[in-house]
């Protein structure tokens, strides 16, 4: 079942961000089962909205970017983010 993932990501710029994700990008099979990714900054920092294919792909992923994060100077103890069941997910214009 899809799960729609809300991460709030408070004083972490988008700079710490684009550096995370070009590590991540080096090894792109991490993210098998990613459907859909946005990061958006706010006042306070970010926050990332996903849809995965299931919670134990998206887990996962977080087990191996938690040590990246980490050795990037990412702080260890943020919130978990908040994961929802996905009823309905489509793309306009997709087909299907």
């Known amino acids: 079942m899809a799960i729609f993932v809300h991460a709030i990501l408070p004083g972490i710029t988008t700079d710490q961000y684009d550096t995370l994700n070009s590590r991540l990008q080096e090894t792109p099979e991490i993210f098998d089962g990613c459907v859909s990714h946005t ?4 006042g306070d920092g970010l926050e990332i909205f996903d849809v995965w294919e299931s919670e134990g792909q998206m887990e996962a992923f ?6 990246v994060s980490a050795a990037l100077g990412w702080p260890s103890d943020m919130d978990r983010p908040e994961v929802l069941k996905v009823h309905n997910y489509w793309v306009p214009g997709a087909g299907g």
């Open 62 to 67: 977080a087990e191996r970017m938690m040590p």
């Open 39 to 42: 990061c958006v900054a706010t």
